[in-house]
């Protein structure tokens, strides 16, 4: 019998009880074991709840009882998590996480610690929820060199986004609807301004190239600034506005960023719409393959924590090839003004001011109406871009990547 | 270091050897050893390829040599792969596969070969080319009872059915087409009626489900009778047609069949178009994910095989989880008469049939063009649409299954 221990029975630690219950059979039979939840660490007492004898509040239980061999850890935020994380791991006891937080700011050293430990850290259910992406880019994916991910991770933003798209609503009204309906927070600023995204990127980052980059620094615009106008200009022009993180190298330096980015008609992402996540990667033998479905929710995630532990519980720790992350020295990190792409403009100039534009742009996909001049710029660096704008000298309305 | 076998230098088999000589030192990283690529099994020479001294003719060399612990299988035809595939497992060499028609014909017989002499038999390969989907089934989603999946199998009807809907060709002319760019084989039976894809889906009824059931036995219906006027009624109607390969469970009995289905607009793989695949799970915790990629191609598919390879060479054997598969009982089977969804009828009726066809059917989208009712029905059996078809008494024109 393998005994497993929750951290935290919020939505994901409820969750996955309830997969490892209704699910016992056919999760037992893969494993060859009988699984039993030994503690569920929650500082709230569930006395209504099946699991209300295992609920304990002191961590030492679960750290102290060699028994417990497995953790999932699902409280959110840095700490205690990390600190049980790493009590855990050198007491010997694998760990699985869905915390994006913890995963993002100390992977590298959480890592380092299971590995010398002879025991596992996984954390599918930190990126994209029920979606499998890490570990398909880890095994299925073993053989390639990943060029670029661009991915669709926050799905609260995308509902957002989506109904501003397709209803002409603007950021406040759409958020308000998003709010009541659960989809967003009270305070909804991780997701908003896109802290959320940038964790999961920088994950995905280190996944795709092995170096971990501080989330914190990397730039990160959310979609507070996106207005109804952006959103239907992006219609008419055949884009998508979504918020993308994104990752890939520039001159062998990696380049994670969160921005708002113009989507293609023919990009697969384009249509990943609402609170669904999507996350397309670019690599040199296999090309580009897609990996789409529910980036959060309580079934969702707990799917993506019990399949890491259903990995864990099925392999010898030696079974599990584990990534190796080294934290990102600075000089291996991209200065994001040498990042080049097309951009969106659009300009508040009069009519004559078209010259001076056009000595400064070549103006794809132009639209002149009334004092607003919007048009795609050819591929340019941030840099570039900021520069040529400047020179033209009338202000800036809205600037927008395109992917 | 590690000694690896190639059957077959063909399109895939060369691919494999490029991938594993291109990105060498990405892959020796992960599994840390080094890798030699001993042998190339084919009857051909081929003297200009920097591989020129690794090809033997004889399947024994490879076989009576101790070092070679990990065969690749990537010759395509029932024999004499399955039967190298046999006495590599007997002689305690893992087999990967990119050979659909092997795993689905002795898929069963093959993994409880490799479980009996503790060696491992993967074939990621075999379904989607490069797109990871049966890892993620056997792992990821672990710990989920699927429900169903339907999936764009196969690239050549695929490339074929989108170019109908989006040019209006005719089937005829974009056969030619395809097969002068390459998509599709001279003999284009395996594709286009259905084969190929009702392996494919035999091989995931199998993950899915544990049971495997005999490919030729299943229903199978290809895209030789879709017309451009099928073509261009889907499209107004708001759909597409793809061909689909299809498993879920029908009163507890497991159903697969391939054939031409109605996707609507809002089903993540209506937008899978050309040589792309898609993949779209339902399970009954993570809810519905999709996996999209090139579902074909040299290095796509060399990708898949030598992500198998990384994985045997990373792991001890007691590392995998080999699925364990029987083969289905004949009560365990579905009838596909007794499968229910919604159908497109076409029928060939006289302006006054309306009422004898409306007798017999809710017809919603009806459309009546001349002598053509076309309508959407309600969902209903196989056996039900038929029975009511000829009760109606008109001509049928067209019947296809919406997804």
Redo the contacts between chains.
């Keep these: 019998m393998i005994h497993v221990a929750l951290l935290g029975f919020g939505v994901v630690g409820s969750g996955t009880a309830e997969?490892?219950t209704?699910?016992k059979s056919?999760?037992e039979k893969?494993i060859g074991q009988e699984i039993n939840i030994k503690y569920i660490l929650d500082l709230r007492e569930f006395p209504d709840s099946p699991f209300a004898d295992r609920i304990v509040h002191d961590f030492n239980t679960i750290a102290n009882d060699p028994e417990v061999s497995v953790v999932a850890e699902m409280m959110g935020g840095s700490h205690p998590a990390y600190d049980f994380t790493v009590a855990c791991l050198k007491a010997g006891k694998s760990v699985v996480t869905s915390n994006k937080e913890v995963v993002a700011n100390f992977g590298t050293e959480l890592l380092a610690l299971a590995r010398q430990h002879g025991v596992s850290y996984l954390f599918?259910a930190s990126v994209g929820g029920?979606?499998?992406i890490i570990?398909?880019l880890r095994?299925?994916?073993?053989?390639?060199?990943v060029t670029a991910i661009s991915g669709i991770l926050n799905g609260t933003t995308n509902y957002i986004l989506t109904k501003m798209d397709v209803e002409g609503a603007s950021f406040a009204e759409v958020l308000k609807d998003a709010q009541q309906k659960g989809y967003a927070e009270a305070n909804p600023a991780a997701d908003v301004e896109g802290l959320d995204a940038a964790r999961k990127i920088v994950i995905l980052a280190a996944m795709a190239f092995g170096k971990r980059i501080d989330p914190n620094t990397i730039l990160c615009e959310g979609i507070t600034g996106i207005t109804s106008a952006d959103s239907e200009l992006a219609k008419e022009m055949g884009y998508t506005i979504k918020l993308i993180g994104y990752t890939t190298k520039v001159d062998g330096k990696i380049l994670a960023m969160v921005s708002p980015r113009l989507i293609p008609r023919d990009n697969?992402i384009?249509?990943v719409s609402y609170v669904n996540n999507g996350i397309l990667v670019n690599?040199?033998?296999?090309?580009?393959?897609?990996?789409?479905?529910?980036g959060a929710?309580k079934?969702?995630t707990?799917?993506?924590v019990?399949?890491d532990?259903?990995?864990i519980m099925?392999?010898?720790p030696?079974?599990?090839?584990s990534p190796v992350w080294t934290d990102a020295a600075p000089e291996e990190i991209a200065d994001p003004e040498d990042y080049a792409c097309r951009h969106l403009v659009v300009l508040n100039a009069p009519f004559e001011g078209g010259e001076q534009i056009a000595a400064q742009f070549t103006l794809h996909a132009l639209r002149v109406i009334g004092d607003r001049f919007s048009f795609i710029t050819d591929v340019m660096t941030e840099a570039e871009v900021k520069a040529r704008i400047a020179a033209v000298g009338y202000p800036l309305v809205s600037r927008i990547r395109v992917l």
Excluded at 283 to 294: H, I, K, L
Excluded at 318 to 321: L, Q, S, V, Y
């Design positions: 997969v490892l209704q699910n056919i999760i893969k599918e029920g979606i499998p570990r398909p095994e299925d994916l073993a053989s390639n060199n697969p384009y249509g690599a040199d033998m296999v090309g580009q393959v897609m990996f789409y479905g529910p929710g079934l969702p707990a799917s993506a019990t399949g532990l259903v990995d099925a392999h010898t030696a079974g599990i090839i």
